[in-house]
């Protein structure tokens, strides 16, 4: 499986984004999919995560309420929407997608593929 995520780019405080990620290759209900991000100087950390099938989410405590994951299966595409945005959440975003497991899986190591990161700046 092939991930290319899109989306990022300059927002102000307050604002909101889209992030989008379409994976070419097969894909099973199965497979979980979820976002991660990178702040510079830190470490990668869990943002969001569902099944492609839906069924179920998990989201990071920093970011419930305010981002919601979606997925089109008819165009193999996991969207991450962002409103409410704060300069904390300025960062690399990646997606990634696991085959098998639990939308519970927070840790990068638990992901098999991963696409190219997209940048969020959120301004103050």
């Known amino acids: 499986v092939q991930l290319q995520a899109s989306g990022g780019g300059l927002v102000q405080a307050g604002g909101s984004l889209r992030l989008s990620c379409a994976a070419s290759g097969r894909t099973f209900n199965t497979d979980v999919v979820a976002w991660f991000r990178q702040a510079p100087g830190k470490e990668r950390e869990f943002v969001a995560g569902r099944w492609w099938s839906g069924g179920g989410t998990n989201y990071a405590d920093s970011v419930k309420g305010r981002f919601t994951i979606s997925t089109d299966n008819a165009k193999n595409t996991v969207y991450l929407q962002m409103n409410s945005l704060k300069p904390e959440d300025t960062a690399v975003y990646f997606c990634?997608?696991?085959?098998?497991?639990?939308?519970?899986?927070?840790?990068?190591?638990?992901?098999?593929?991963w696409g190219q990161g997209t940048l969020v700046t959120v301004s103050s």
């Open positions: 990634a997608s696991l085959r098998g497991g639990s939308i519970f899986y927070t840790h990068p190591t638990n992901y098999n593929y």
